[in-house]
């Protein structure tokens, strides 16, 4: 382990974290962006819900070089081609959070909310989406750890993330390369992990510390990164 | 050219079917380098995760577990083994079984965790011991859970055994990593291809074994529940 | 026979849930364990089993101490019975009631036919058969949990909060359900329950539970609601005991006279010539209803009373098999104050006016203090696990619990 090579490398060190982060966070973003109205329009009208399951069922089950590759033609070799792919992945986990979320809200609460003169707007954006909170940034910290540790992948269509200390830690044989990225990956989502419980403990100031893990609830979605 | 269009032309080519390293030969290839680790990690991933779910010791580490999963960078696993060891059988297999324990071993232990309190303690109470418990009545009735656990870990160790092609497996990887290295996209494609319709085929599989191994109680009580 | 020696149940956090209990349920009898929240009832019940172990003391079933059993055999005799009623989701409803005989070795095709005699005992259509639970309604997974319970024909039957997860109707259906099974199969049965209704209604001995693990009182529903031990239990039992407490008494003891009843074709002058206040009209051997005597009057002497209008009956009661409390409650609603007792045919059996319903609850009163007295008389050695013991444990009457 050559702990020298670390601070002659810094900046290269630096800029890799900074876009993996990038590549982690954005996707889950604009995946959130797109599961918001998706998820409200399936928690509304029960049956669009079953066939868009099954359809992001499918399309998690999508290795992600492939899914990676497959975009090239249209959006090249460049970090487009990741994002959107990641965007889509994390979709897959923010939606049926966001739906479940909406649907976990008790029904006596909406019943409540309406009785009082709550219109259909104001009563998802002041009531149902706040309660609905910590099942959505569970999803949220789904998408970006896995988009995180995803990304690394990335760099074999050559588009720069901290898999490149991977490839060039084989390629010159070099093991401490490789652990770097491995500890910064896992270090950067950690980090983002951290960060969203602390939004959601900011946001949700209602609710208990520990967290509290509903029984019987969905098969937990897994993805790892590949 | 559209994706499709370059999967479709390679994939139709028949020089590509014959020879070593065709595309049956990796389509084989990338079945045993998935079913065998998902084998192996089965074996030892239901048991514990369904005796974990049981005693409910050993709960606080499996919740935290799949955090800690996701964030590991597969690629990043691998090229250090390799880095070590060389490419060897271990350097593959290993890190393929240990990384499909989680989804396979977490899942189980919901299954079994999250059946009905009542339903265990009427178990108990009316003289099942231990193993009749776990055999009669839980594991029956985590079976969708596990099932969903098994699938997961499937689908993952198609998509690594994907992405371990770089660091010298065979199997549909091989297509791709070397359309890659040598600006090929036909390959690339083709491989990509071949590979999302092996995960659909490994969906389609499970749906089925779904439908034979799940008791016939639980899957309509699921129904009545899913379309409320 | 079950019998709690010195029995108590302490947690590592110090909480003692049972405390030094002594108790003996006897053979083929239905003891209820009532009490508030908390006060260790459950607990009791499933140290029988051996769900829970008792941290000092011991628990006999006929003799024998449970502890020297295996816990898996010890429960394949005892049935069991649970709030949420714990069937198995994955089974049909009659391959849930063969559980235990499959466990104990019987094949499956006998179990099976077991389950249906058992599913047509507890008061459920055979063709539910092959139902899943979930396909149930709420009263139906209760019996199927009860069959179960019953399908290898226990001794004994545990039953913890069985009928509080289902509305009132369905709740009062089922205790009459139990009080019928038992009348025919004469099980040891422990149940708890929070209500004392239920307990009064469906037990032979009731156990009154203090908020910590002891018993306030152990006796029969009768003398509960007569005699409680102190405050605490008549605030438990509830403020109109002394009327819920006349459900226990028979009227075969009901003097019933005929003094106001005439037929229809009567005439009005007759009945007036009676000088009785209210008249009771029957018609073909049935009550029609009470003629106030001062609306005679208005009609001529000759009328038959059949054709004077009349105020309806009121609530009737049968005469002999119905309690005194019902003979009170018919008098209450009649017009005129007193109770009309009818046969199994709905014939006029007789009248009681409420001092004749007075007399006759003054009578059972001292018949059961007789009774009382020659039990306390009798077996002398250890009253404190015998019904009628005030129990040890600081229950003094009048004493704050």
Redesign the interface.
Known sequence: MMWSWIPDNWSLIWHLTWENFKLGVLPALYGLIIALPLGIVAARWRWFYPPVLTLVAVIYAIPSLALFVALIPAFGLTDTTVIIALTVFSLCVILPNVVEGLRSVPAPVTQAATAMGYGGLRRLVTVELPLALPVIIGGLRVGVVSSISLASLGQLIGVSSLGYLFIDGLQRDFPTEIYVGLVLTIALALVCDLTLVGIRRILTPWQPRREKRSRGAAAVPMRGAA | MSFFSWAWDWVTTSANWTGSGSIPHQILAHLGYTIVPLVIAAVIAVPAGVAIGHSGRGAVAVVNLANAWRSIPTLGLLILLVVYLGFLFVTWLVPLVVLAIPPILINAYEGVAGV??????????????SW?QVTR?EV??ALPLILVGLRTGAIFVVATATIAAYIGLGGLGRFIIDGLASNEYGPVAGGALLVVVLAVLVLAFFAVLNRLVV????R??AK?SRTE | MITFEAVTKRYPDGTVAVDALDLEVPAGKTVVLVGPSGCGKTTTLRMV?R?VEPTEGRILLDGQDIREQNP???????G?V???????????VEDNIA??PV?TGWPRAKARARARELISLVGLDEGLAKR????LSGGQQQRV?VA??LAADPPVL?MDEPFSAVDPVVRASLQDELIALQSELHKTVVLVTHDIEEAIKVGDLVALYRPHGTIAQFDTPERLLADPVDDYVAGFVGFDRGIRRLSFFGSTGLSLGTGPVLGADATVAKAQDTGEPWILVVEDGEPRGWIPAASLGGHPGDTPLGRVPAEGVGHTFKAGPDSLRAALDAAVLSPAGQAVGVDDDGRLAGVATFDQIRAAIQAADAAGARDAAEAAGAGQSDNSKKPGARAAQGAQPGAAP
Do not use: C, E, W
């Open positions: 009905d309190p009542g339903v265990k303690d009427a178990a108990r109470g009316m003289g099942m011991t009749q009545v029956p009735i008791p016939a109680g639980l309509s009580q009545a | 089993n769900l898996a055999r010890l429960r394949r005799g005892i069991y649970i709030q949420q009623t714990g069937l198995f989701p994955h089974r049909t559980t235990v466990l899943y639970p979930h396909q949990g179960r319970a545990l």
